[in-house]
């Protein structure tokens, strides 16, 4: 029997592909079981994943604690569902204090609920420091570095004085032409539906490309043991 | 081990004593010291809904209750008192202690005597403590800021602090931490203790329905809470006393 999952999918930053790589795991759960998985998005401006997936979408204010019991309490019910968070950027520090302070770990390991954080990082030392902040106040949960390729960025070199973070990085989102692109933000694209061979009305450049994309994650997602 | 007797008080309501007295009596129980607790806040008592097994209410302007409470510190097998004064009734508890001869009774070292004033963030919270101090040359006294249920607490001006507190040369200061206000409603509600809350046990005993959230943050605040008052003298005595190999060992509830 294979555990549940929560993916929580974070960032410092915004723009950086953090809801696609949500949708993408939410579409990939959804293949999995029977039962979609619920998402969770502190998002609210109302322009996050619930945009994708309405119904299955609680849309979560961490400032109110009845919001983080509706959220938290729900992934440790024990219900064997599988459970998305996208953690909107100005949230990422109160959602790991939270995270922490209540000791989530130990009740998700107590309902056999597996945890992955995917944090989205860029070159900057801020996005390296809060990785590498993330991952050390973990103790069971696996962490995964994320970098999107299609985010264009210099990257920035330490000074010969500093010292930065070693961050790893797990999982590369290759970049997307234009066309292929403008498909996946569409609000009705479904990578579910896509996999399932439900999108012929597509280009067959279109379809490779994303094809070629999501295999590129499957393959590096398997070779680092990523679930 | 000496028998110790805490008085938990203020002079003005609503600052969080009964947290306090509950706080540190969750506090004994997890380092298995066994302690006994008066509620003075007759005939209610909200200590004795969450303590009702160790807990007796008394009315301090009663003779016979005065005798309950203090003519049982020498025979009592319990070595720890925690007597939670009712709101507005520090300085008046404190002068009939006086006047019966307690505090003489424990500066002859007859028994350890602690007194831990819970203070508000008004200057009527800084003049209780000059009022007090009259009484407390020959006891531990502690003031606890209790930040517990405000948000946006503590706008002591620094300075006129400083000069209050300046003049308290013996006392100690401890912090209790601010508490998520429906963490602690939801304690209240369930009127159990805030370790069987943090290990989701009802009243009677049985499992409870808590959220894990609000035990997080109840587990949380008690830790913050054990490192101050770890910072105590007299709490350190009775943790080392505790420990020693020449007291009996201590367990289970202390009314049982």
Known sequence: ?227 | MKHTLILVGADKGGVGKTTVARALLDFLARKNILARAFDTENPRGTLKRFYPRITEIIDLDSVSDQMKLLDTIETSAVKVTVVDLKAGNLSTALDIFDRIGVLDAAAAGEFDLALIHVVGPAIASLDEMNEVTQYTKDMAYVVAKNFINETNFFEWDDRTYQKYFAKLQDAREIEVPKLNEMAYEQVDLAGVTFSDFIANQNAKGGAGDFSFVLRGYVRKWIADLDAEWGHLDMINKLLDASRSPMDEPAGGDAAE
């Open chain 1, 1 to 227: 029997m294979i555990s549940p999952i929560v993916y929580i999918v974070c960032s410092d930053k915004t723009r950086n592909g953090k809801t696609l790589l949500a949708r993408l795991y939410t579409d990939l759960l959804s293949l999995r079981s029977q039962r979609k998985p619920l998402i969770f998005d502190t998002d609210l401006s109302g322009n996050g994943i619930c945009n994708y997936f309405p119904d299955h979408t609680k849309i979560i204010d961490l400032s109110r604690v009845g919001d983080q019991v509706a959220m938290f309490d729900t992934m440790l019910a024990g219900d064997e569902r599988d459970f998305v968070v996208d953690v909107a950027a100005n949230e990422t520090s109160r959602f790991f204090r939270i995270f922490t302070e209540i000791g989530f770990e130990t009740g998700a390991q107590e309902v056999g609920l597996e945890v992955q954080i995917c944090y989205l990082l860029d070159w900057s030392l801020n996005s390296l420091k809060m990785a590498a902040y993330i991952r050390q106040k973990l103790s069971s949960s696996r962490f995964v570095a994320v970098r999107n390729l299609a985010v264009e960025e210099m990257p920035i070199a330490p000074r010969s004085d500093e010292r930065w973070p070693e961050v790893e990085i797990d999982l590369y989102l290759a970049r997307l032409g234009s066309e292929a692109a403008r498909t996946v933000q569409a609000a009705d694209f479904s990578f579910a539906d896509f996999i399932s061979e439900q999108r012929g009305d597509l280009a067959y450049e279109v379809r490779a490309e994303i094809w070629n994309f999501l295999e590129d994650v499957y393959n590096q997602t398997k070779s680092v043991g990523v679930t």
